[in-house]
């Protein structure tokens, strides 16, 4: 019998079923780069416990004191800088969007798989994509944080705050997270070929390659966090791809917050480094953001090309992300399918 015609006998209010979703969630982005909406931003953001770890006494009246009235200013004017001004939006959120309709696109073949974006601070909401999808009968939920590498600053959140929307559901979707990718082949062959495919568009070689990773805090890495070892990782098989020295592709780190000693070598340290001891050109590739963003348009293709001009050196080139390029797609693609195996 069918079962709607049953639940409509007793009187059941109609469900949809018999679906699948796909939810790709990146870190998320202000909605404006007015202060109010880099400060509401900011806010969901900086009071996440799994970005800032320290006591709640002790960084409070930092946050509300200090950080949440001059940030929002700057930072605002940062992304301005960078702001997708055709779209009235930021890159980051341009690029996810496209990310899921270019996948959902690709999913001709998987008639019963909804793709759907989401961020995890600002909107669209986790909860409300996930409400979204369950109402529209996807009784299983693919959860792709879009991070390569496992932080707990990034991945764990996503999946916290997805967990948390199944709090409050009657009929709760089954969840699936996806995990790390650090060292998929199709991954870093993706990154390998972005890097080739990018210094051929030059008239000039780099003598160092950059793969700078978004740091985190020196202490949360003693805690046991292995994102340190997972960018390490993916730098690796990405210089033995290109068959290439460790002095020719190195690792670093950025975009450092707040007082603490975070993982090393720094992003900034390193460029001035070796602008000083002499080399010309160098370029930057960011392989733990799936898309660009403020991060990488602004404080690396921005900030450190400066820096390094300051510095003494002559030519400086950011490699784009991934973002929703074929060779982008090719891997977000790749690692959904692989997920999904035995719901599809
Ligand atoms: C202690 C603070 C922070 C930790 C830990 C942290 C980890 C972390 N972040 C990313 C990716 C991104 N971060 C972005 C912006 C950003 N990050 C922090 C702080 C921490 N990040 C702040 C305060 C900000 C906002 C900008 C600023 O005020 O400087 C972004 C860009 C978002 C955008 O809209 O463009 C990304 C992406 C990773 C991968 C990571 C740990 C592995
Ligand atoms: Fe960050
Ligand atoms: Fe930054």
Known sequence: MNPNAEMIAVNHPPVQFGKVGVLLVNLGTPDGTDYKSMRRYLQEFLTDRRVIEWSRFLWYPILYGIVLNTRPGKVGKAYASIWNNDLDESYLRTYTRNQAEQMAKSFADLPNVRVDWAM???????????????????????LFP????????????VNDEAFKALLKMRWQPALRTVPRYH???????????????????????PEVILTSFHGIPKSYFMKGDPYHCQCYKTGRLVREKLGWSKEKLQVTFQSRFGPEE??????????????????????????????????????IAVEAAESFHEHGGEKFT???????????????????????????
């Open 120 to 142: 995890r601070y600002g909107q669209p909401s986790i909860k409300s994509k996930m409400d979204e999808l369950q109402k529209d009968g996807c009784e299983k939920i693919l």
């Open 146 to 157: 879009l991070y390569p590498q496992y932080a707990a600053a990034t991945t764990a959140t």
């Open 183 to 205: 060292d998929d082949p199709v991954y870093i062959e993706a990154l390998a070929n972005s890097i080739t495919g990018h210094l051929a568009t030059l008239d000039w070689e």
């Open 262 to 299: 975070w993982l090393q070598p720094y992003t900034d340290k390193t460029v001035e480094k070796l602008a000083q001891e002499g080399v010309k050109r160098i370029a930057v590739i960011n392989p733990g953001f799936v898309s660009d963003c403020l991060e990488t348009l602004e404080e």
């Open 318 to 344: 950011h490699i784009p992300c991934l973002n929703d390029t074929p060779g982008g797609m090719a891997v977000l693609e790749h690692v959904v399918r692989r997920e999904l195996m035995g719901w599809v």
